[in-house]
């Protein structure tokens, strides 16, 4: 009886550990001004420290590969404009793949260097000339702000990233319990035809 | 422990699915009626216990209980796991769909083995002796399935030896725990239900029941 209320509370407290996840391998990437910011790890907060990723493009040609860092995470800077997809072994059957299409990048001038970019700039100002003093105010803003703004606001996003992740990995009690109800049914329409055939060679003469 | 899409190479993939087809016939033909709600029920365990998180040092684990559903179910662990596994695939992505066979006959097919190993002991013996028992049972089929997960790596191309190594030592905890859990769910089954243990006699006397049933029913028929 004790061994029995031991097990009990053995489970309880297994139950009660932790949340409903599992060891899933999770890999997401994101844009992050000219860059390309990922993470991989898996669901128990195990993050993939120094591995290595490589980078594919569309027609699975590899293009590159990164290092993660000592939390899983690495930085990509794409080189050409194709859609590209990141590949790491985790090893034992565990493989992180994740894709990004290259139009999520924002700031796809980056891709030619920051040159090109100041020189839309200018352009864009001279445009911006004859128009007189209304758009003045507009170039305010320095490119280094601009760039300020930009680093705060990926920072600022970022957690947001993580748990948005996080959330889509999140197995609820609904489709807990709805797996179960599968289960239950399928085993019971197995029961159905059984009995059925049962009945069937019951019945015949 | 799940093998995912795109670790293996597609001759694996298809003889893994040949295989555990081969396992889900044998395993169907064997499931007798009175069989079926307890291969629902482990099939259901199966499925949940992968979210039951148990802490060891700053990583957890999650629990399988295959060794479980080899001693109750035998060769009929084959439907009941593939079931659980094809329902995570699906709600959980654990795993996936290319790779489902051969996750069915790395699960499965251990459970089977240690299954027939200790199932006659564990029902000739008294609770206590059994939970030792049980607790083998589930400890070693984790270990088996880390062998069959580590042949798969490898027939897709990886060495065996690191393979075998990493898979195995990766899952110690996995069977520690497993090892406990199925002990005490064997003690509980001793005390409880020990006919769901029982093979010969359970299967003799299935059979003379099920005559008695078959006659009742034929009984019914004729009388409209």
Known sequence: MAKLATGIIIAGVMFGAHGAQAHKVIASVFPSGSNVEGEIGFSNGDMAADTVVEVFDNLGNKIDQVMTDGDGFFIYTPSEKVDLVFRADLGAGHIAEAGFAISDLSDQAGLTGEAQSRANEKTGIKQAGPDGSSRSGNVAISREQEEAIAAIVRDELRPLRREITAYKEKNDLQSVLGGIGYIFGFFGIAYYIAARRLKAEASKP | ?224
């Open chain 2, 1 to 224: 422990m799940h093998i995912v899409d795109g670790a293996l190479a597609p001759e694996v993939l298809i003889g893994g699915g040949v295989l555990a087809v081969a396992g889900l016939g044998l395993g169907l033909r064997k499931l007798p009626i009175d069989k079926i709600p307890a291969t629902g029920v482990l099939s259901a365990t199966f499925f949940v216990a992968s979210l039951i998180h148990v802490p060891v040092g700053p990583s957890s684990v999650h629990l399988i209980m295959s060794g479980l559903a080899g001693l109750v179910l035998g060769w009929t662990a084959f439907p009941a796991l593939f079931v659980g596994l094809l329902l995570q695939a699906i709600f959980f992505g654990f795993g996936g769909l290319t790779v489902l066979g051969v996750n069915t006959v790395n699960i499965a097919f251990p459970a089977v083995i240690a299954g027939f190993m200790f199932r006659g002991v564990v029902a000739r013996s008294n609770p206590t002796a059994a939970a030792v028992w049980g607790g083998i049972a589930g400890a070693l089929s984790i270990s088996l399935t880390t062998l069959f997960v580590a042949i798969s790596l490898t027939l897709s191309g990886d060495a065996f030896i690191p393979a075998a190594k990493l898979v195995f030592f990766a899952h110690i905890p996995i069977m520690a725990v497993e090892g406990f859990v199925s002990a005490a769910a064997v003690y509980l089954i001793m005390k409880v239900k020990p006919a769901l243990l029982m093979t010969g006699d359970q299967a003799n006397e299935y059979a003379v029941q099920s005559s008695i049933i078959l006659a009742e029913q034929a009984n019914e028929a004729n009388n409209g």
